[in-house]
């Protein structure tokens, strides 16, 4: 028996399900496939996952053989198996660039943030006693210049004067940031 027929019962095997026709196709063909892809890879434990990936695919598809160069069919498979990994690996390339963007745009952020509320801080403390509480009330605790003028006991047009008198005061004190 030439190589060729007995490659076709060893494929006739494997449609068949027989385990040894399995262990016998990996034998002939491992080698080779872990060098096609570790030589577009370069990297030993990715090749072997993309044979085991092939390997797996083999046992799904072998049914789908239907003659012709099964080296062709393999490494159409294998090929189609590398390029699937390329195009996660940019995905996933492209994902983890978007993440440490974002990262790095809230970090900085961030950093400007405590910046400004530092300055804040400082510039409240700054202020009158009266007119910074006004300013807190208003901005912080979220009351209507209505409710303001009523926790004040004052009318509402004296509250909305010192809040305005107060804002300016801030502006001031805060600069240009």
Known sequence: MNNAERLNEIIAGCQRGSN?????LVDIYATRC???FYRLSGNRSIS????????????????????G????WLFTIASNI????????????NLLDGKISELKYQSSNRVLDDVIDDKLQKSLAELDADTAELIVLRFYAGLSFKELAAVRSEPIGTTLSKVHRGLKKLRNLMGDI
Request: zero cysteines; charged letters at 30%; glycine letters at 6%.
């Open 34 to 36: 872990y060098g096609y």
């Open 20 to 24: 040894k026709a399995y262990s016998q």
């Open 48 to 67: 072997n996952d993309l044979l085991s990936e092939l390997f797996l695919r083999l046992v799904e598809k072998v049914g789908q053989f239907t003659g």
């Open 82 to 93: 590398f390029h699937d990994y390329l195009r996660n690996k940019y995905r996933q390339k």
């Open 69 to 72: 160069s099964f080296e062709k």
